[in-house]
């Protein structure tokens, strides 16, 4: 039985990927940071399957630990400070968990076990302002937020230990990947939940930033499996994930909309830009300058033939669906919050 250690594993790519490990008969291993209150996230479900460990990315003793216990033989390097607008408000902190962070990590599997397989988790904000359409694994990186700079550090890390040390240690560019267990706080996700309280008439309208934005919108469970492929090759090696497919922020809220029924109709633009609902003729989409970020990262579009040929990967579920199940959870969900204050 092959053990497996996952970072961030009470996070949307942690449940998904502990969920893939363990159908394939793996000994799941994960690390929780200590809390006042314990705190499962989304491995809520499957917690009595995960051996949790504490520690944390900015300690490097208690990662040396966590690989002691483990003996992990694939180590999932998940865990980060993964909201990019936090990270112009907290810099220092991004970088101490995003960047030192997969030192530490890496400096624990180099002592404990160096022959174990190291996945580090990579993003498209690397590539910031794109030079490069699409942009794949030999395309110049230009991040343009903390978030990026800090995950570039990260995956010039990995490459070093693997080019110095001879880990087998891979990292994945993946491009953006949602799903129904997004965070709040997430762009896609704030929309979905405001679409389904806009429909159930516990909101009046959802205000968001730059509606021209395009992004290469995948699902988690996806890009998930892409994760498990690389450490399954003979060679370790980076490649990206995405879907080859781009969308402005602004088609994600007319397609969420529509799964719930509503159509939409844009007026005005920039700071007076709004979308009525066709039939009431009621605002319910507002821009606010305040959500623009300092350095905006117009287009991001992931070329993933690679990841295609070598790891046979393919993507499964397609934009539309992606965005209908999470219209439809969340729809779920706040009946249920609903039903729940009536009580």
Not at 1 to 18: E, V, W
Not at 57 to 74: F, G, K, P, W
Not at 238 to 260: G, L, S
Request: aromatic letters at 10%; charged letters at 25%.
């Amino acid at each position: 039985m092959k053990r497996a250690l996952i970072t961030g594993i009470t996070g949307q790519d942690g449940s998904y990927l502990a969920e893939l490990l363990l159908e394939k008969g793996y000994e799941v291993y994960g690390i929780m940071r200590r809390k006042s209150v314990v705190d499962y996230g989304n491995v809520e479900h499957i917690k009595d399957k995960i051996h949790f460990i504490y520690a944390d990315m900015t300690d490097l003793v208690s990662l040396i630990s966590a690989m002691r216990i483990s003996q992990a033989d694939e180590v999932y390097n998940l865990a980060a400070q993964s909201f990019v607008a936090t990270s112009w408000e907290q810099p220092l902190a991004t970088a101490d968990i995003d960047a030192l962070g997969v030192t530490n990590m890496l400096e624990a599997i180099r002592t404990v076990k160096p022959e174990a397989h190291f996945y580090q988790a990579s993003t498209s904000e690397m590539f910031g302002l794109v030079q490069e359409m699409p942009q794949k694994e030999t395309t110049p990186f230009y991040p343009r937020s903390p978030y990026g700079v800090a995950k570039l550090y990260g995956h010039w890390i990995t490459k070093n230990y693997r080019e110095s040390y001879g880990l087998f240690a891979c990292s994945g560019i993946l491009f953006n990947h949602e799903s129904e267990r997004r965070g709040l706080e997430f762009v896609t996700r704030k929309i979905t939940n405001a679409v389904a309280r806009i429909k159930q008439g516990v909101q009046d309208c959802v205000e968001l930033g730059n509606l021209d934005s395009k992004r290469d919108w995948g699902h988690s469970k996806d890009y998930v499996r892409a994760m498990w492929l690389m450490l399954q090759q003979d060679e370790p090696d980076d490649y990206v994930i995405a879907t080859n497919e781009t969308r402005t922020v602004r088609e994600f809220v007319e397609t969420a909309f529509r799964h719930a029924g509503i159509e939409i109709a844009w007026s005005g633009s920039g700071v007076d830009e709004m979308g009525c609902d066709r039939e009431t003729g009621k605002v319910i989409v507002k821009v606010n300058r305040e959500f623009f970020r300092p350095a905006e990262v117009d287009v991001l579009l992931g070329d993933p033939s690679k990841a295609e040929t070598k790891l046979g990967w393919v993507r499964e579920i397609s934009f539309s669906e992606l965005v209908e199940r999470m219209v439809k959870n969340d729809m779920a969900l706040v009946a249920k919050e609903i039903k729940a204050a009536a009580l």
